[in-house]
């Protein structure tokens, strides 16, 4: 099972950026898909979280700016950050956990994609 992210980019702060991650490969199912990011000199920290069945948990510095969602027919998660701000500049990660097959699980990572906030 693979991850591929798109979207990260340069923003001005206020300004809103989509990233996206698809996921691909034998996939029986998926149990949840997030979205991490790490900042300069910070440590990786949860962003949001969406599970198969649709809930969501966001880090308490995103609610009411980012909204996390999923297509679960494609196997994709997007992540729609608003009022961006100069912290959430960081390197994004995409996360999804899930069944290959009855038996085999499978916890993988995609590439970062870097955000950049200007103030």
């Known amino acids: 099972v693979q991850l591929q992210a798109y979207g990260g980019g340069l923003v001005q702060a206020g300004g809103s950026l989509r990233l996206s991650c698809a996921a691909s490969g034998a996939i029986l199912s998926i149990t949840g898909m997030g979205w991490y990011r790490q900042g300069p000199g910070k440590l990786r920290e949860l962003v949001a979280f969406i599970t198969g069945g649709g809930s969501t948990n966001y880090a308490d510095s995103v609610k009411g700016r980012f909204t996390i969602s999923r297509d679960s027919a494609k196997n994709t998660v997007f992540l729609q950050m608003s009022s961006l701000k100069a912290e959430d500049t960081a390197v994004y990660s995409c996360?999804?956990?899930?069944?290959?097959?009855?038996?085999?699980?499978?916890?993988?990572w995609g590439q970062g994609t870097q955000v950049t906030v200007s103030s």
């Open positions: 996360n999804a956990y899930g069944r290959r097959t009855e038996r085999i699980n499978f916890n993988v």
